[in-house]
């Protein structure tokens, strides 16, 4: 093989290891966030990859809704923070404490926040692919959802996903109509860093399993301990 084979190879495989880049750094950001203005041709791209996400019979089942107002961010950090309390009570010993250093949001300290929705009558009645996986639509959100926040990274912002809430709070808040349902509500914004670690590795909650843990070949294992 000649150098410039070797040389093409190589940029070749450059966007590659962009991605996996990427893949690697992307952090749930909760106290990085600086609260600076995001810039809106910024937003638009990442906005722009989560809409090109797959979804079944491309029905695009999502919408995003963008939360800037600071009164309606408080209101649902309030929230949150009253679940958060709920989560808490149920614990005790070691994993309360261990609970108690972790901060699960960074709504009011981000730059927006995005809501992000799942209608299922999107494409109905004959949505190609849904018939025999009903969550079909709700796992396409969650594909837009990875989009957005590889997306993010890729710019250099942070997301934060926060799941202490009660859908029907939230629908309330937004507007949401009775047959949307609220997927996540994603805090986004430029961040100080990406954490080397995850939150809940470096606090203990929980370590990552080891691919060779979640493999299986041919049929599922169970000779092993998660």
Known sequence: MTTADRSGRSESRQPVSDLYDVINRRRDVRSEFTGETLDPDVLYRVLGAAHSAPSVGLSQPWDFVL?????????????????????????????????????????????LGIAVTYDPERGSPDVLGRHAIADAGLYSVCLAIQNLWLAATAEGLGVGWVSFYREEFLRRLLDIPSGVRPVAWLCVGPVRELAETPDLE?????????????????KYRHDFTR
């Not at 600071?70 to 994993?95: D, K, N």
């Not at 399993?209 to 299986?216: G, M």
């Open 67 to 111: 939360v800037r107002d600071e009164a309606t961010r408080r209101a649902f950090r309030e929230h949150v923070l009253a679940e958060r309390s709920v989560f808490a009570s149920e614990l005790s010993g070691e994993r309360a404490q261990t609970f108690s250093k972790i901060k699960v949001e960074g709504i009011v300290e981000s730059s």
């Open 202 to 218: 470096r606090h203990g909650w929980r370590s990552r399993l080891r691919l060779e843990d979640v493999v299986h070949d041919g």
